[in-house]
C-alpha cells in the first residue's frame, strides 16, 4: 500500500483525552468526532488535516483511556496513519480494530510538521520527501493487515460469517 500526504507532529505520551477529548464522549458519529480530533493539543488541527495526511508522535502515543473513539476520530479526519516510536497496547489493538493504520518508526523523532511523507507499507519505507530521508517501519502482522483490509474487526468477523 502507497500513502502519500503532510505530517502533523507531536510529542511523546500523547493520550487518547488529547486525542478526543473526554467532553466529546456523549456520540459515537465518527463526523462529529474529527471536529474534534486532537484540538485539545492542536486546536487547528480539524481545520487544517486533509484526506491521506499522517499524524507523527514519539514514543507511547494514545496510553490512558481505553476509548475507541480516539483511533474512529482519527480515521474519520481523513489521517491514512498514525506514525509513531510506539504505542500504547490498549490503542495498538483499538486502532487495527476500528480499521486505523498504525506504524511503527525508531526515526520518527526526525519528522518534522509540513513534511511530505510518501509510506510503503510493502517495502516498510517511509519516504520523507521533504528531508530526502528515507525511514524504515516495523512491520504489521499479517492478522492486523487483514483487519485493515476489512475496514476493521467488525467488517472482519462479518466478512468471515457470511464465507462459511
Known sequence: MILNGRAFKYGD??????????????????????????????????KKVKEGDFIVAGKNFG????????PI??????????????FARIFYRNAFNMGLLILECN???????????LVDTDKGEILNKTQGKTYKIMPVPEFMVELLKAGG????????STNK
Open 73 to 86: 476520530s482519527i480515521k474519520a479526519s481523513g489521517v491514512s496513519a498514525v506514525i509513531a516510536k510506539s
Open 63 to 70: 496510553c490512558g483511556s481505553s476509548r475507541e473513539h480516539a
Open 107 to 117: 526515526e520518527a523523532d526526525e519528522i518534522k510538521t509540513g513534511d511530505e511523507l
Open 153 to 160: 474487526l467488525i467488517e472482519f468477523m462479518k466478512k468471515r
Open 13 to 46: 505520551d500523547i493520550n487518547t483525552d488529547l486525542i478526543i477529548p473526554a467532553r466529546y464522549l456523549n456520540t459515537s458519529d465518527p463526523k462529529e468526532l474529527a471536529k474534534h480530533c486532537m484540538e485539545d493539543e492542536d486546536p487547528d488541527f480539524p
